[in-house]
């Protein structure tokens, strides 16, 4: 493995060296060199699914590949193959020329291959250095954890790759584009030289995608060879070299970033053109759904997570809210829907108070809710479809019977959700564990929409959901609307909040800072509001 040994045994902790631009002769060299990646014939089978049939996949040295495809296409589970989180059932791995089977991440990082998650891995209430140094602690010789030295070669490992993080700092008060910075330097200092990034932009705004991008062409330059998997797009255009497709759990082509067009992708990924969250022209009526006032939430320590926020929405509109995660909208979120109880303000549903009221009587009183999470607070991931489908919404027909779950109405309601929603299973009996990610999050929102809500509060409807999905979604938004249902959506992607949203209000350390039309921004404009640099402009020139 080229640029040092990764992790060993004992206190002899090594890290990647950082790698100087090859001369021609160099370059002339790497050529013939073996691919950094070379995977073929990787099948991987699940009962009543082939998740990978036969992939071949090649990823050259010092290239960024990215790895496309809709959802339940097979790319997550590729990548666990790669990192040794799942075997293959058949098919051969080779890792700079060498073949290897993993049998955990543990081994595949001794192979100098790291994995940034979607979700971070990260311990909140650790440090910085705490949390690179999780599970591979370098010790000193009396027993003692070597935090000196570990801080020292952070500060190597940062400086080499223009990813300097203070290492005593909270995780739990960094931003999320800090956060994954943290995440991407504590793979580096493992000793990795191939990154697999799974959707690494999803949460990030346009400043910091533009700062990741800027990181990740550092990396490459000094010969890391990176994995990227993402739906959107313009990105993966942007950032790759090369871009391998995957349909229904096969290679259907490799091409150069180059070569194609975003609606090309498309095209190969799910046979339809780039879908836009372009909206067309709101039914707002004159009656407020959903009323918001004057709403203060603490948190744990008793501080404002929410401070005095107001906001209404009307039936037939989209109300969009912008924020960089961690500014409050969590709290918003879950004291509307009543998780939490708020310190003091009002919230109002179709001119009901429903300040101190249940979660059940919202829901019944017609909340509806894709929560933001799907795996933690919208799924039971070991229960069937068919029940999952029943959540929130277990005490109405066709789930119900008197005080009686009706079974057979829950599973006819389900079989509808999976025809309407293109929920894509073997059936409704399946646990929602097997499903994908968008295929789960495509069941959320078919259980939310066919329970036709009065209001729905939408936390990333199409986080994890490929390019045909997210037309499918943005189209049942756009339709409940002009039924005249009232929609208060939370999104990090920030062309969909522009394209889908009437209005749009910015929280901002747990305020709403700005009311803005999405009409005469750009997501980059949305974006300065969103970390405050707008707001700052604006004190300054007053």
């Not at 050529?31 to 090649?58: C, H, Q």
């Not at 991008?213 to 739906?231: C, P, S, V, W, Y």
């Not at 939310?448 to 986080?463: F, G, N, Q």
Request: hydrophobic letters at 45%; glycine letters at 10%.
């Amino acid at each position: 493995m080229k640029g040092g040994a990764g992790l060993v045994s004992g206190p002899a902790f090594v890290f990647p060296a950082r790698l100087v631009s090859p001369s021609p002769a160099s370059q002339e060299r790497h050529v013939a060199l073996s691919p950094a990646i070379e995977l073929i014939g990787i099948t991987k089978r699940f009962p009543g699914v082939i998740a990978n049939d036969s992939v071949n996949l090649t990823v050259e040295e010092g290239e960024i590949h990215a790895i496309c495809g809709e959802n339940g296409a097979g790319k997550s589970t590729l990548m666990k193959i790669l990192y040794g989180m799942q075997k293959a059932d058949e098919g051969v791995m080779k890792v700079n020329g060498q073949e290897v089977s993993f049998s955990s991440p543990t081994e595949a990082i001794a192979q100098g291959i790291g994995m940034v998650h979607q979700h971070f891995m990260l311990a909140d209430q650790m440090s910085v250095i705490e949390n690179v140094i999780l599970g591979s602690e370098p010790m000193k010789s009396a027993g003692r954890i070597d935090f000196e030295g570990a801080k020292a070669r952070l500060a190597e490992v940062g400086a080499a790759y223009g990813l300097s993080v203070n290492p005593d700092d909270l995780v739990d008060s960094l931003e999320v584009g800090e956060r994954q910075r943290v995440e991407i330097i504590k793979v580096l200092f493992r000793g990795a030289r191939i990154l697999i990034l799974d959707e690494p932009t999803a949460v990030l705004v346009p400043q910091e995608v533009e700062e990741l991008f800027k990181n990740l062409r550092e990396l490459k330059q000094d010969g890391a060879t990176i994995l990227f998997i993402d739906h959107k797009l313009e990105e993966v255009l942007d950032i790759s070299d090369s871009i391998t497709v995957i349909r229904k759990g096969k290679t259907v082509a490799t091409v150069k970033a180059s070569d194609v067009t975003a609606g090309d992708l498309a095209e190969l990924m799910v046979g339809s053109e780039l879908p836009s969250p372009t909206t067309t022209e709101a039914v707002v009526g004159g009656d407020v759904a959903l009323e918001v006032r004057n709403l203060t939430v603490l948190d744990e320590d008793e501080r404002p997570a929410v401070n005095d926020v107001s906001v209404a929405v009307h039936k037939g509109e989209i109300v969009g809210v912008a924020g960089i995660e961690g500014n409050g909208q969590t709290e918003l979120i879950n004291a509307i829907i009543g998780i939490d109880q708020p310190a003091s303000g009002q919230i109002t549903l179709l001119g009901e108070d429903i300040t101190s009221a249940s979660v059940r009587h919202r829901r019944e009183a017609g909340l509806g809710l894709v929560p933001q999470d799907r795996h933690s607070e919208g799924l039971l991931l070991d229960a069937p479809l068919w029940e999952n489908a029943a959540l929130g919404h277990q005490t109405k027909a066709p789930f119900a019977k008197g005080i009686w779950l009706d079974r057979p109405g829950a599973r006819g309601r389900t079989a509808e959700i999976r025809e309407e929603f293109d929920v894509r299973s073997p059936g409704v009996d399946v646990s929602a564990r097997a499903l994908s990610g968008g295929n789960q999050q495509k069941l959320i929102i078919g259980r939310e929409m066919s329970a036709k809500p009065e209001v729905l509060i939408a936390a990333h409807p199409t986080r994890g959901i490929d390019v045909g999905a997210q037309a499918d979604v943005w189209n049942d938004i756009r339709a409940a609307r002009a039924n005249g249902l009232a929609t208060l959506l939370f999104s990090a992607d920030l062309e969909e909040l522009i394209g889908l949203s009437d209005t749009i209000v910015v929280m901002f350390h747990g305020r709403l800072v700005a009311t803005l039309d999405p009409a005469e921004i750009d997501p980059r404009t949305l974006g300065s509001y969103m970390t405050g640099a707008a707001l700052a402009e604006t004190e300054g020139a007053a």
